[in-house]
């Protein structure tokens, strides 16, 4: 299977069908594609490759001239280039392979290697011996086609813990049995997208330029694809170091020792390359914050929804000496009133980083607002006061709770309703970042009336008041409620 011509990427056309496609039919139609049709983690690697593949077509764009003009550039450039590196799309064969590691052996003579289904990160496979088993009845393609986006995102995503220990060229591979994780897994790290309005325009949008890429990174940090400049062995410290430490050679990663059977069924799989993580080396589509004085990626949740974030999201970075900021590709001048962005990421558990929890996603479309100081500010201060009278309501249930003398208030169910209603008014909350002015009255602004309704919706539905006792209990926690919340108090001891 060569990934060039043989379809493998879900595709979303504009009339709502989804289609397999090559990587030569994926950018000949990109005009017309609407979309990726595949799952958060799954979009990020791909993007990674299809960005990867047009930034070495293009050999740039050089600066934001260039990258003003590039988008008719793409698709035949990248179709020369293409044809040009087609041997290292290879899926199987004895040749180059793509992703895989030449000259890779069992590091036992009785290892039969892991199953394949292993490099897809939402199955557990356990000692499931067949490759994806819900899809037996499909031919092959289907098969080899699902094995090379699994493979991609593998790579991109694998999480840190013990693995197997192979041959790599007569060498152990490194780590001794130990591997951490790959360049999109840490800290569950967001990863925010720029979308236009076709899969082209999406590409070009997140393009850098080696100007983005000299002024974030630093000099000889351009690179090239791992496929142009493959590592030959353990020693090839070279090639080792633009595949870990280059824009171009990161986005497509080597993270893992992979070989694949010739059926597909199974494959030897070891430690791969070496890539250090933030601060060493940030991530284009990653988010920097500040965190009591110290700078870290901006973490996803599976409790917190992505709007909360877009404050820290939506920062565009002014000077070099100014690291917290949001994606790289947010440089770019923006042209237009909304700003169409994808935010998504795997969520590690906190206990333990090599066990994955989920996976989550969303879309917006920002006004242009939220990328000025004052805008963003007042987005943020609406957020605040979601947060705060969140606290309040939750305050309010264990009061009910605990004048009923109950051991388990029911806080968590009330914290779910309360921010699924308030997600109902998010265009309320865009119109703080629109008209700052709204802050100056917030609680009786249209965002502050949708949050407190919601305070008193999640109060009321998690509380009941069929008898006497819950009655009072009930009033008890209502009066609590009904505080003046902190942020528009003008004397802390009012409500006394």
């Given at each position: 299977?060569?990934?060039?011509?043989?379809?493998?990427?879900?595709?979303?056309?504009?009339?709502?069908?989804?289609?397999?496609?090559?990587?030569?039919?994926?950018?000949?139609?990109?005009?017309?594609?609407?979309?990726?049709?595949?799952?958060?983690?799954?979009?990020?690697?791909?993007?990674?490759?299809?960005?990867?593949?047009?930034?070495?077509?293009?050999?740039?764009?050089?600066?934001?001239?260039?990258?003003?003009?590039?988008?008719?550039?793409?698709?035949?450039?990248?179709?020369?280039?293409?044809?040009?590196?087609?041997?290292?799309?290879?899926?199987?064969?004895?040749?180059?392979?793509?992703?895989?590691?030449?000259?890779?052996?069992?590091?036992?003579?009785?290892?039969?290697?892991?199953?394949?289904?292993?490099?897809?990160?939402?199955?557990?496979?356990?000692?499931?011996?067949?490759?994806?088993?819900?899809?037996?009845?499909?031919?092959?393609?289907?098969?080899?086609?699902?094995?090379?986006?699994?493979?991609?995102?593998?790579?991109?995503?694998?999480?840190?813990?013990?693995?197997?220990?192979?041959?790599?060229?007569?060498?152990?591979?490194?780590?001794?049995?130990?591997?951490?994780?790959?360049?999109?897994?840490?800290?569950?790290?967001?990863?925010?997208?720029?979308?236009?309005?076709?899969?082209?325009?999406?590409?070009?949008?997140?393009?850098?330029?080696?100007?983005?890429?000299?002024?974030?990174?630093?000099?000889?940090?351009?690179?090239?694809?791992?496929?142009?400049?493959?590592?030959?062995?353990?020693?090839?410290?070279?090639?080792?170091?633009?595949?870990?430490?280059?824009?171009?050679?990161?986005?497509?990663?080597?993270?893992?020792?992979?070989?694949?059977?010739?059926?597909?069924?199974?494959?030897?799989?070891?430690?791969?390359?070496?890539?250090?993580?933030?601060?060493?080396?940030?991530?284009?589509?990653?988010?920097?914050?500040?965190?009591?004085?110290?700078?870290?990626?901006?973490?996803?949740?599976?409790?917190?929804?992505?709007?909360?974030?877009?404050?820290?999201?939506?920062?565009?970075?002014?000077?070099?000496?100014?690291?917290?900021?949001?994606?790289?590709?947010?440089?770019?001048?923006?042209?237009?009133?909304?700003?169409?962005?994808?935010?998504?990421?795997?969520?590690?558990?906190?206990?333990?980083?090599?066990?994955?929890?989920d996976v989550v996603e969303?879309?917006?479309?920002?006004?242009?607002?939220?990328?000025?100081?004052?805008?963003?500010?007042?987005?943020?201060?609406?957020?605040?006061?979601?947060?705060?009278?969140?606290?309040?309501?939750?305050?309010?249930?264990?009061?009910?709770?605990?004048?009923?003398?109950?051991?388990?208030?029911?806080?968590?169910?009330?914290?779910?309703?309360?921010?699924?209603?308030?997600?109902?008014?998010?265009?309320?909350?865009?119109?703080?970042?629109?008209?700052?002015?709204?802050?100056?009255?917030?609680?009786?602004?249209?965002?502050?009336?949708?949050?407190?309704?919601?305070?008193?919706?999640?109060?009321?539905?998690?509380?009941?008041?069929?008898?006497?006792?819950?009655?009072?209990?009930?009033?008890?926690?209502?009066?609590?409620?009904s505080l003046t919340s902190?942020?528009?108090?003008?004397n802390p001891t009012s409500?006394?």
């Amino acid at each position: 299977m060569n990934l060039t011509l043989d379809p493998w990427i879900p595709a979303l056309r504009a009339d709502g069908r989804c289609d397999l496609l090559s990587l030569h039919q994926i950018f000949e139609e990109a005009h017309e594609l609407r979309d990726l049709a595949v799952k958060p983690h799954e979009r990020i690697a791909l993007m990674r490759l299809l960005l990867c593949i047009t930034h070495a077509a293009l050999d740039g764009p050089a600066n934001e001239d260039d990258w003003e003009t590039s988008e008719p550039l793409i698709q035949p450039r990248v179709r020369d280039y293409l044809t040009k590196w087609k041997p290292a799309f290879e899926l199987f064969g004895e040749g180059q392979r793509f992703l895989q590691f030449s000259g890779l052996r069992p590091g036992k003579d009785s290892d039969e290697g892991n199953a394949a289904t292993k490099l897809d990160l939402a199955l557990a496979t356990g000692n499931n011996s067949t490759l994806f088993d819900n899809l037996a009845g499909e031919d092959r393609i289907l098969k080899s086609a699902r094995l090379a986006l699994n493979l991609l995102t593998f790579q991109c995503f694998a999480p840190s813990g013990r693995i197997g220990v192979a041959k790599w060229n007569g060498a152990d591979t490194a780590g001794k049995g130990s591997s951490n994780h790959a360049p999109c897994t840490p800290s569950s790290m967001v990863h925010t997208l720029l979308i236009g309005c076709s899969l082209l325009s999406t590409l070009r949008l997140n393009l850098l330029t080696r100007e983005n890429v000299l002024d974030f990174h630093g000099a000889n940090r351009w690179g090239e694809p791992v496929w142009q400049k493959p590592v030959g062995s353990p020693g090839d410290k070279t090639a080792s170091d633009n595949a870990g430490m280059s824009y171009l050679g990161r986005l497509v990663p080597l993270s893992r020792a992979v070989r694949l059977a010739e059926d597909g069924l199974s494959t030897i799989l070891a430690n791969g390359l070496d890539y250090p993580i933030f601060p060493a080396f940030r991530e284009a589509t990653s988010t920097v914050i500040k965190r009591k004085d110290e700078l870290a990626l901006l973490p996803a949740s599976t409790t917190r929804s992505f709007w909360r974030q877009l404050a820290a999201i939506s920062v565009i970075r002014r000077s070099r000496t100014d690291m917290a900021c949001g994606p790289i590709a947010l440089i770019h001048p923006i042209t237009s009133s909304e700003v169409s962005i994808w935010v998504g990421a795997l969520v590690m558990n906190k206990k333990n980083i090599a066990k994955i929890e989920d996976v989550v996603e969303a879309t917006y479309s920002l006004p242009v607002d939220m990328f000025t100081d004052l805008g963003r500010t007042s987005y943020e201060k609406g957020v605040a006061y979601a947060e705060e009278l969140e606290g309040v309501m939750t305050q309010a249930v264990k009061t009910y709770a605990s004048t009923l003398r109950v051991a388990s208030p029911a806080s968590d169910r009330a914290r779910q309703r309360f921010w699924t209603r308030v997600e109902q008014h998010l265009a309320t909350l865009f119109d703080l970042a629109r008209n700052p002015n709204l802050i100056a009255d917030l609680p009786n602004c249209g965002w502050g009336r949708a949050v407190q309704a919601a305070a008193y919706d999640a109060y009321e539905r998690s509380c009941s008041r069929q008898t006497p006792r819950q009655i009072q209990a009930y009033a008890l926690g209502l009066r609590r409620l009904s505080l003046t919340s902190k942020s528009t108090q003008p004397n802390p001891t009012s409500h006394e």
